[in-house]
């Protein structure tokens, strides 16, 4: 549904379509509530509504005229720099939770999700790029950042519809409602936390009220029943104040009670007033009991983390003195963790600290470099566990110690730069509470999950007065909203300090001086404000047992610790007991390691590189050889290069849409056409790999559902190349519109001349034409390359380099000589000259027991075939000399008839003796040049040369058969008996015109090469002229000849469906390959497309009728394919089985003989044998199945023990006494 801001006026012209969302239902559950994953399905409308209206601003900004307000600028910035943030918080949230998960119970699936995430990255960058510029006065760049815009939200929108066709009923499907439920939690908790309060309000306000009900039903069964979780979460997606969401939550112990139950609604608003209205002066008198810089808390994280650095070295080194990599695991998880604080630590710094204190300063590389060694310790630790026994530790020993070292002193140096360069402005520029504040920020970075782990440990590392600071600018630095969240982390942090061994699972209370538990009069305790002691009301924190971890039985936990009398708590507050309620985010049934490594932030929103997503679920990713390591060709490789000819037109398409606002309409109609020839290409090129090549990979069981998604890729693109075509259309009429001159009188019938402006509406088109061609560029180019990454070496894993020549074989066996004819010369053209070579050798290879390099020869000049790499380093002499001697060759082996007069009989003999010695030609080609050259002498004889009778005259009248012939005398049907045509071929043989070869063989003692045929006679204007599907005579004005032409085979047919097959190199009756035929290159022949699975045999139709005994392959007649892979005219085969059953060449079964064979046991059962042969047995050979056996006797049917076959012969007679019971 279009927002107004897309859907008004005429910038909706200028806006591609985008499929519709789905409705929350349409995953498999009725809503949210039901089946908790389809909240996502609302995450995608609001992102949708998000990008339309990001690019209907855009489109305004490239269609409103030569001005462009600089507001208008900066506030699409804004839109867009707010929905990169979402949108890929979102995604990495789903790489590290929904992705892996789902990984483990459905494999093949989440990868290719997770590469088009990364592949976003780039378009953003551009965009980003697109907004820097001056876009006041210059209209392309406005309409270039609208193309990019449109491109985004193309990319983004179909990624989403795949996954709610995919992905999300996988989910529903794998997963019960309680695993859905983490699932959904577990990945808010990784969503950073600053996001979470921008994230959840906004999907709140982009849906209607009944969708935002079923959110909020959704989350109430999602977010664990605990008060204060609660809180937090619908604070967030309200908007509101964390104080007014959770009623009665944050009730205090009155000063006279033992227990909080029975506080009504009037105290609690009475408690909570006093509270806020005595905030100011408690936060300052506490700011001033704390020291002077709080931005000093950044030297706290440098120690903490420097700590943790020197302990993992010297485990490092502990572990490389002793030998033991049996900790080796935990060692691992160590080193994640800190990885994930420092990473997070250096974005909260890049994104909050360093632009705030001085622009210029910047340690974005320094960031960067350590995220890198991180990545490549931790890859190091991988291998030693996949290595296992097997590695050679004293390798993994010295690497070890090596990269520890060098994380140290890299670390070491940034730290020691930031606290001389950054901290010492940051303390004069700022005071302390706008430093506490940034510090604040800095902590909301990070997500919960994370959060809940990052306090406790860096509390444990500080003293006490530190922790009591620490804890202390940060509640002073929160705004009151988020009171209920500082609650929340402050009780983590006091994780951090002695558990209290007297009751499982609390711990003692952080707090002295200011922050201590003291009552003073009626006032609200100091401490509550910060840690979550005596806040609860009268529930259990405890999250129900139906969604806690199998692992973690629910336990009733003892609070009456918080509740006590006013009187008797202050001595012993410094020891209170603390109770924080955990996330919960552990569910280890998921089969998921959450302690998974943190994904770059980095690249938001101001910088561009494209995070890294580092998990062993998706280690293809990178550095995948796209051939094997010995560097040789796969067959396979053909298919992958047809990506490069699809990258260079889309790369045309691309540019040129953006130059057509300048080009006439020759421009136009060239953009089109090579639009149109992409457009067939590719869909030949995305038929064969759904129809072939993804069924040979799901056809190996570990690779199951790893093309679903390129699958409905290609429907996908398939629509935006259907838009384009829209869009071209009506560019053409809006052309010729213009061209026409108006009829002013007609015209006011309809609309008035005032009502069209017809730049504008140009304009519009092009911008919409920009629009989708740079968006079929972004998705096309991004599944092919992911195609490469994921795709491409599957097959060199699973797949025999014999089975990739019979895909290719069957890809190119499904493929019609007309887009053979179009695609070799497309593709080859965006090849280098190594690589269009070993393309042509892997596609003969694959059809060496065809015709094809027949075909291909006759019509196309291609690059030669590399016949040894050291040609490669031959001289540009000995290139053209090798070139000139396959031309010459090439012209040997094919003489035409006007040579072949001029040669006397030494040098005919001399010919048929080259064509002799060749081992190179085909034996059917070779014996029919021989054939030819042989009669060559009679056939000259016998006709004057053909030359000097075309030459004499331009009409007919001395050429013999200068006369129409009719298919149908009455109705003057041009033709023949044999076909319908419009035109007379001159035979080169005997300078005469006949119909077709079939008229000439009936009254000729020779045959009709109609190959060699050059001239034709139209039938209507009896002309002769050169050979072509239309009469050139402008009399005729350009009447066709026949429907169907072939350029090659010189045929006309005007009555049937016919095609040329490049792999028989001849034309046969069907509606072409790839559409009712395929040609099996085994058999070199043209077989029905429902016979893809049958018995090969090399070169069956090369052969002899059975029957008739005329020759199959080049036969008119319909051909008949056994079972047993042999071949008979089909009117034979009807003949022939009214009076036998079996193969008349290898004796095989012609069919299911069951009903047959079912008879002849009752015939056998009823019959009495005479006495003397009751006895006897018979040795069989079972034709069927092959094997030999022994067989009562019999003079005429004899059964076969092992498939029950009565089609046997008998070998051997025995007279002893038989056993066999048949």
């Keep these: 549904m279009a927002t107004p801001m897309a859907g008004e006026g005429p910038i909706a012209a200028a806006i591609p379509r985008s499929p519709p969302p789905p409705d929350a239902g349409g995953g498999g559950g009725g809503s949210a509530a039901e089946a908790p994953v389809l909240i996502f399905v609302y995450f995608h409308k609001a992102i949708r509504a998000e990008l339309e209206r990001m690019h209907a601003a855009a489109v305004r900004l490239a269609t409103?005229?030569?001005?462009?307000?600089?507001?208008?600028?900066?506030?699409?910035?804004?839109?867009c720099r707010f929905l990169f943030a979402v949108y890929q918080h979102h995604c990495h949230a789903e790489d590290a939770v929904i992705f892996p998960a789902l990984d483990i119970r459905v494999k093949n699936v989440a990868g290719t999700y997770s590469l088009e995430h990364k592949g976003e990255n780039d378009l953003f960058e551009h965009l980003f790029a697109l907004l820097q510029l001056d876009m006041q006065t210059d209209v392309a760049i406005r309409r270039e950042l609208a193309?990019?815009?449109?491109?985004?939200?193309?990319?983004?929108?179909?990624?989403?519809?795949?996954?709610?066709?995919?992905?999300?009923?996988?989910?529903?499907?794998?997963?019960?409602?309680?695993?859905?439920?983490?699932?959904?939690?577990?990945?808010?908790?990784?969503?950073?936390?600053?996001?979470?309060?921008?994230?959840?309000?906004?999907?709140?306000?982009?849906?209607?009220?009944?969708?935002?009900?079923?959110?909020?039903?959704?989350?109430?069964?999602?977010?664990?029943?605990?008060?204060?979780?609660?809180?937090?979460?619908?604070?967030?997606?309200?908007?509101?104040?964390?104080?007014?969401?959770?009623?009665?939550?944050?009730?205090?112990?009155?000063?006279?009670?033992?227990?909080?139950?029975?506080?009504?609604?009037?105290?609690?608003?009475?408690?909570?007033?006093?509270?806020?209205?005595?905030?100011?002066?408690?936060?300052?008198?506490?700011?001033?009991?704390?020291?002077?810089?709080?931005?000093?808390?950044?030297?706290?994280?440098?120690?903490?983390?420097?700590?943790?650095?020197?302990?993992?070295?010297?485990?490092?080194?502990?572990?490389?003195?002793?030998?033991?990599?049996?900790?080796?695991?935990?060692?691992?998880?160590?080193?994640?963790?800190?990885?994930?604080?420092?990473?997070?630590?250096?974005?909260?710094?890049?994104?909050?600290?360093?632009?705030?204190?001085?622009?210029?300063?910047?340690?974005?590389?320094?960031?960067?470099?350590?995220?890198?060694?991180?990545?490549?310790?931790?890859?190091?630790?991988?291998?030693?566990?996949?290595?296992?026994?097997?590695?050679?530790?004293?390798d993994f020993y010295s690497e070890l110690c090596s990269q520890a070292d060098e994380i140290m002193q890299k670390i070491e140096m940034h730290f020691s730069d930031e606290e001389t360069k950054v901290l010492p402005k940051a303390r004069i520029k700022f005071t302390p509470e706008k430093q506490r504040e940034l510090l604040y920020k800095s902590l909301c970075v990070m997500p919960l999950k994370l959060l809940e782990r990052v306090l406790p440990w860096f509390v444990r590392k500080l003293n006490d007065v530190e922790a009591v600071s620490f804890l202390q600018n940060m509640r002073l630095a929160a705004p009151p909203s988020e009171t209920a969240l500082v609650t929340l982390l402050s009780g983590w942090a006091c994780k951090g300090r002695l558990e209290d061994t007297s009751n499982s699972g609390n711990f003692i209370c952080l707090t002295s001086g200011a922050a201590s538990c003291a009552v003073d009069g009626n006032d609200f305790k100091t401490c509550q404000s910060f840690c979550p002691c005596s806040i609860s009301n009268n529930g259990t924190f405890a999250r129900p047992t139906k969604r806690a971890s199998p692992a973690e039985p629910t336990t009733d936990i003892n609070r009456s610790h918080c509740l006590q009398n006013a009187d008797t708590e202050s001595p012993q507050s410094n020891k209170r007991n603390c109770y924080i309620p955990r996330l919960r985010v552990?569910?280890?049934?998921?089969?998921?390691?959450?302690?998974?490594?943190?994904?770059?932030?980095?690249?938001?929103?101001?910088?561009?590189?494209?995070?890294?997503?580092?998990?062993?679920?998706?280690?293809?990713?990178?550095?995948?050889?796209?051939?094997?390591?010995?560097?040789?060709?796969?067959?396979?490789?053909?298919?992958?290069?047809?990506?490069?000819?699809?990258?260079?037109?889309?790369?045309?398409?691309?540019?040129?849409?953006?130059?057509?606002?300048?080009?006439?309409?020759?421009?136009?109609?060239?953009?089109?056409?090579?639009?149109?020839?992409?457009?067939?290409?590719?869909?030949?090129?995305?038929?064969?790999?759904?129809?072939?090549?993804?069924?040979?990979?799901?056809?190996?069981?570990?690779?199951?559902?790893?093309?679903?998604?390129?699958?409905?890729?290609?429907?996908?693109?398939?629509?935006?190349?259907?838009?384009?075509?829209?869009?071209?259309?009506?560019?053409?009429?809006?052309h010729d519109r213009v061209a026409q001159p108006l009829d002013v009188e007609a015209a006011t019938n309809h609309i008035s001349n005032n009502e069209i402006d017809w730049p504008?509406?140009?304009?519009?088109?092009?911008?919409?034409?920009?629009?989708?061609?740079?968006?079929?560029?972004?998705?096309?180019?991004?599944?092919?390359?992911?195609?490469?990454?994921?795709?491409?070496?599957?097959?060199?894993?699973?797949?025999?380099?014999?089975?990739?020549?019979?895909?290719?074989?069957?890809?190119?066996?499904?493929?019609?000589?007309?887009?053979?004819?179009?695609?070799?010369?497309?593709?080859?053209?965006?090849?280098?000259?190594?690589?269009?070579?070993?393309?042509?050798?892997?596609?003969?290879?694959?059809t060496k027991n065809t015709m094809f390099d027949e075909w291909l020869n006759e019509w196309w000049k291609g690059p030669s075939t590399s016949?040894?790499?050291?040609?490669?380093?031959?001289?540009?002499?000995?290139?053209?000399?090798?070139?000139?001697?396959?031309?010459?060759?090439?012209?040997?082996?094919?003489?035409?008839?006007?040579?072949?007069?001029?040669?006397?009989?030494?040098?005919?003999?001399?010919?048929?003796?080259?064509?002799?010695?060749?081992?190179?030609?085909?034996?059917?080609?070779?014996?029919?040049?021989?054939?030819?050259?042989?009669?060559?002498?009679?056939?000259?004889?016998?006709?004057?040369?053909?030359?000097?009778?075309?030459?004499?005259?331009?009409?007919?009248?001395?050429?013999?058969?200068?006369?129409?012939?009719?298919?149908?005398?009455?109705?003057?049907?041009?033709?023949?008996e044999h076909y319908k045509r419009n035109c007379k071929l001159v035979a080169a043989c005997c300078n005469k015109l006949f119909t077709c070869r079939f008229c000439h063989d009936k009254v000729s003692d020779h045959t009709m090469d109609r190959k060699a045929a050059v001239e034709m006679m139209c039938m209507l204007c009896l002309n002769v002229q050169p050979v072509g599907p239309n009469c050139e005579t402008p009399s005729c004005n350009?009447?066709?000849?026949?429907?169907?032409?072939?350029?090659?085979?010189?045929?006309?047919?005007?009555?049937?469906?016919?095609?040329?097959?490049?792999?028989?190199?001849?034309?046969?009756?069907?509606?072409?390959?790839?559409?009712?035929?395929?040609?099996?290159?085994?058999?070199?022949?043209?077989?029905?497309?429902?016979?893809?699975?049958?018995?090969?045999?090399?070169?069956?139709?090369?052969?002899?009728?059975?029957?008739?005994?005329?020759?199959?392959?080049?036969?008119?007649?319909?051909?008949?394919?056994?079972?047993?892979?042999?071949?008979?005219?089909?009117?034979?085969?009807?003949?022939?089985?009214?009076?036998?059953?079996?193969?008349?060449?290898?004796?095989?079964s012609l069919g299911d003989m069951t009903v047959y064979f079912g008879m002849l046991d009752g015939l056998l059962a009823a019959e009495q044998l005479p006495e003397e042969y009751r006895d006897r047995c018979q040795d069989i050979l079972c034709n069927d199945c092959e094997r030999k056996g022994r067989s009562r006797f019999h003079w005429l049917y004899h059964k076969c023990g092992s498939c029950g076959s009565y089609n046997t012969r008998v070998i051997k007679t025995d007279t002893a006494e038989c056993s066999t019971s048949n």
């Design 586 to 734: 552990e569910s280890s049934y998921l089969g998921v390691n959450l302690v998974t490594p943190a994904k770059s932030f980095r690249s938001l929103p101001y910088n561009y590189s494209a995070p890294s997503l580092y998990s062993s679920l998706f280690s293809w990713e990178t550095d995948t050889p796209f051939s094997g390591p010995d560097k040789i060709s796969r067959p396979i490789d053909t298919i992958f290069k047809f990506h490069k000819a699809i990258r260079k037109d889309l790369e045309f398409l691309d540019v040129e849409s953006g130059k057509l606002i300048d080009g006439n309409e020759s421009c136009l109609r060239q953009f089109i056409g090579r639009f149109r020839l992409l457009w067939g290409l590719y869909r030949a090129h995305s038929n064969a790999e759904d129809e072939i090549v993804f069924p040979a990979l799901e056809s190996k069981e570990t690779l199951h559902n790893v093309s679903h998604s390129y699958t409905l890729d290609h429907k996908q693109e398939e629509e935006l190349f259907q838009d384009i075509s829209i869009v071209l259309s009506e560019l053409s009429q809006l």
């Design 867 to 976: 016949v040894d790499p050291s040609d490669n380093a031959s001289t540009p002499s000995e290139d053209s000399h090798f070139q000139e001697n396959l031309e010459q060759n090439d012209q040997m082996f094919r003489p035409g008839w006007k040579d072949i007069f001029r040669m006397n009989q030494s040098e005919l003999e001399a010919e048929i003796r080259k064509v002799s010695r060749d081992s190179t030609l085909d034996p059917r080609r070779k014996a029919y040049l021989i054939q030819n050259l042989m009669t060559s002498r009679w056939i000259a004889a016998q006709q004057k040369s053909p030359q000097s009778s075309a030459e004499e005259h331009n009409g007919c009248a001395r050429l013999p058969g200068c006369f129409p012939s009719y298919r149908d005398p009455e109705k003057q049907i041009f033709g023949c």
């Design 147 to 394: 193309s990019c815009t449109g491109a985004i939200q193309t990319f983004i929108t179909q990624h989403m519809s795949k996954e709610e066709e995919q992905v999300f009923p996988l989910l529903i499907k794998k997963f019960s409602h309680e695993e859905q439920a983490d699932l959904v939690w577990q990945f808010l908790c990784s969503i950073p936390v600053h996001m979470m309060a921008e994230f959840l309000p906004w999907i709140s306000g982009s849906v209607s009220p009944d969708e935002n009900q079923d959110i909020l039903d959704c989350l109430h069964k999602i977010v664990p029943e605990e008060k204060l979780l609660q809180e937090i979460i619908f604070a967030w997606i309200g908007g509101k104040s964390s104080r007014t969401v959770a009623q009665g939550f944050c009730d205090p112990c009155p000063k006279s009670s033992v227990i909080c139950e029975g506080s009504s609604d009037q105290t609690y608003k009475h408690v909570c007033s006093l509270e806020h209205s005595k905030t100011g002066k408690r936060k300052s008198a506490e700011s001033n009991q704390l020291s002077t810089h709080p931005i000093d808390e950044i030297l706290y994280w440098h120690n903490a983390i420097r700590i943790e650095l020197s302990d993992i070295a010297e485990e490092a080194k502990r572990i490389q003195q002793s030998g033991d990599f049996s900790d080796i695991a935990d060692f691992n998880m160590r080193l994640q963790f800190i990885a994930d604080v420092c990473i997070f630590h250096s974005i909260a710094e890049d994104q909050v600290i360093f632009p705030a204190v001085d622009g210029q300063i910047s340690f974005v590389q320094e960031h960067a470099e350590e995220e890198r060694r991180f990545n490549k310790f931790r890859s190091l630790i991988e291998q030693i566990q996949i290595a296992g026994a097997r590695s050679t530790v004293v």
């Design 760 to 846: 504008r509406k140009h304009n519009e088109l092009l911008t919409k034409l920009q629009a989708l061609c740079k968006s079929i560029r972004v998705t096309l180019s991004n599944h092919v390359h992911r195609e490469e990454l994921e795709l491409w070496p599957l097959f060199d894993k699973h797949f025999s380099v014999d089975e990739q020549d019979k895909i290719i074989g069957r890809i190119i066996g499904t493929t019609g000589a007309e887009v053979l004819q179009s695609m070799l010369p497309w593709v080859t053209a965006a090849l280098s000259l190594e690589e269009q070579n070993k393309m042509l050798d892997t596609m003969k290879q694959a």
């Design 1038 to 1148: 350009g009447l066709s000849m026949a429907k169907y032409y072939c350029s090659i085979c010189k045929f006309f047919d005007d009555e049937r469906n016919v095609y040329h097959c490049p792999f028989c190199n001849l034309c046969r009756l069907g509606s072409g390959l790839g559409t009712d035929f395929f040609h099996c290159m085994k058999c070199n022949c043209c077989l029905g497309i429902k016979m893809i699975e049958h018995k090969c045999r090399e070169k069956m139709l090369e052969m002899n009728c059975p029957i008739c005994c005329d020759f199959l392959f080049t036969s008119s007649a319909p051909v008949k394919g056994l079972p047993c892979g042999h071949f008979m005219h089909s009117a034979c085969f009807q003949a022939y089985t009214c009076t036998h059953y079996t193969c008349p060449i290898c004796c095989k």
């Design 64 to 79: 409103t005229g030569d001005a462009c307000p600089g507001g208008a600028v900066a506030a699409l910035e804004a839109r």
